[in-house]
Each structure stands twice: as structure tokens, then as C-alpha cells.
């Protein structure tokens, strides 16, 4: 089991910046790869940005590309996922999730587990 806690969520001017952590404790061995999803109101959960625990792969969606950037820090087993110039549109709450594979990185189902997700509004 790994478990997995985000923070750093809130309320934000569009703009504006935030920093999000995600925790990982447990059988982080098994994980290999992290990834950010969301979910906006009323929307389906989707992919936000990955990165692999050696560092060597990256993704983003097309939706951030250029203004978040992903990030870990293994000897915290945590990642961040830094967002810059947040629109009202980013408004949505943030999951962490653990994967032991990188294989389905956008994917919601190639991901073992998930975190309780942090929230950010946007405002206009």
C-alpha cells in the first residue's frame, strides 16, 4: 500500500501561483511513476502532468504545458506540481496518484493509488 497526501491547495487570483505537495509513504518502492489529475464541477477527472521517480520522463497535458511544472524530491518522497499563471479554468481539485508503471501515465486506471485531492479555486 502507498498512501498519499496532497496539500498546498486554495484560492488563488487568476494569475496568481500555487505549489502542491503530494506525500507518498508506504511501499514507495513499488511506485514508479506520480502523476496530477483533476477534476473540475461537473467535469470527468483528467490528466494534469507525471513524472517518473528517477526523473528521467515527464508529461504534461496540453492544457499546462508551459505554465506548471511537475517536479519530486525523493529523499521527501514527495512531488510537486508548481502552477503559474493560473486561470479561472484551473479551478478544480487536484489528485495525486502512484503508479508502478509509466506505461498508461494519462490514464486514470494506470494508476494504483490515489490520494484524498486538494482543492483550487480560481478566481477571476
Known amino acids: 500500500q502507498v498512501q498519499l497526501v496532497e496539500s498546498g491547495g486554495g484560492l488563488v487570483q487568476a494569475g496568481g501561483s500555487l505549489r502542491l505537495s503530494c506525500a507518498a509513504s508506504?511501499?514507495?518502492?513499488?511506485?514508479?511513476?506520480m502523476g496530477w489529475f483533476r477534476q473540475a464541477p461537473g467535469k470527468e477527472r483528467e490528466f494534469v502532468a507525471a513524472i517518473t521517480w528517477s526523473g528521467g520522463n515527464i508529461y504534461y497535458a496540453d492544457s499546462v504545458k508551459g505554465r506548471f511544472t511537475i517536479s519530486r524530491d525523493n529523499a521527501k518522497n514527495t512531488v510537486y506540481l508548481q502552477m503559474n499563471s493560473l486561470k479561472p479554468e484551473d479551478t478544480a481539485v487536484y489528485y495525486c496518484?502512484?503508479?508502478?508503471?509509466?506505461?498508461?501515465?494519462?490514464?486514470?486506471?494506470?494508476?494504483?493509488?490515489w490520494g484524498q485531492g486538494t482543492r483550487v479555486t480560481v478566481s477571476s
Open positions: 508506504g511501499r514507495t518502492v513499488s511506485s514508479v511513476v
Open positions: 496518484a502512484s503508479a508502478r508503471s509509466d506505461y498508461y501515465y494519462y490514464k486514470e486506471s494506470g494508476y494504483d493509488y
